[in-house]
T-cell receptor
Framework: KAGVTQTPRYLIKTRGQQVTLSCSPI?????VSWYQQTPGQGLQFLFE???????NKGNFPGRFSGRQFSNSRSEMNVSTLELGDSALYLC????????????FGPGTRLTVL | GEDVEQSLFLSVREGDSSVINCTYT??????LYWYKQEPGAGLQLLTY?????DMKQDQRLTVLLNKKDKHLSLRIADTQTGDSAIYFC???????????FGKGTMLLVSP
């Protein structure tokens, strides 16, 4: 089985722009979670989607949003980018409602200039 | 809120055992995880333990859980240079899928 894929792997944007990141979960997995990783704050939970519904949301401003499609693929969007949004954005895939195991993709490295 | 603490750095020699420690505060934690992150890569799930267990062994990895003290450890036997990476401890509370991570322990294995 293919693992979790994330595109693009690297992205450079400037302040004020917006960005969309994509995640394709492992085939058959219905839950997708997003995390932000920075040197200062470590790994922080952004949101989780299951069957196209947002099931849980972390403590991030409304500039961060996401969605999940019927094929379980997910996108996250960040509007009005700030320098502090520079981070590695990781997507995790889980089989279903009881997510004992979460499998992570390689991440998208976003740099905001 | 929940908090997960880890020591930041561990250095060992090849062939020795490594022990990485973690403490957590959330008494409702149901699952505790260890992930490995190599440079430029995502997180690799190494192993996890359910909160009603006190030990789990998987090849060179041994996880010990002291639920009373909220202390988790990961022992890597016969540590190899390829084990050099950052190791993250994470906990998941009952009813939620969200993982709360520690800041990670950098393991450096020297020949």
């Amino acid at each position: 089985k293919a693992g979790v894929t994330q595109t693009p792997r690297y992205l450079i944007k400037t302040r004020g722009q917006q960005v969309t990141l994509s995640c394709s979960p492992i085939s058959g997995h219905r839950s997708v979670s997003w995390y932000q990783q920075t040197p200062g704050q470590g790994l922080q939970f952004l949101f989780e989607y299951f069957s196209e519904t947002q099931r849980n949301k972390g403590n991030f401003p409304g500039r961060f949003s996401g969605r999940q499609f019927s094929n379980s693929r997910s996108e996250m969007n960040v509007s009005t980018l700030e320098l502090g949004d520079s981070a590695l954005y990781l997507c995790a895939s889980s089989p279903g409602q009881v997510n004992n195991e979460q499998f992570f993709g390689p991440g998208t490295r976003l740099t905001v200039l | 809120g929940e908090d997960v603490e880890q020591s930041l750095f561990l250095s060992v020699r090849e062939g020795d055992s490594s022990v990485i420690n973690c403490t957590y505060t959330d008494s409702s934690s149901t699952y505790l995880y260890w992930y490995k992150q190599e440079p430029g890569a995502g997180l690799q799930l190494l192993t996890y333990i359910f909160s009603n267990m006190d030990m789990k062994q998987d090849q060179r990895l041994t996880v010990l859980l002291n639920k009373k003290d909220k202390h988790l450890s990961l022992r890597i036997a016969d540590t190899q240079t390829g084990d050099s990476a950052i190791y993250f401890c994470a906990e998941r509370s009952s009813g939620y899928s969200t993982l709360t991570f520690g800041k990670g322990t950098m393991l450096l294995v020297s020949p």
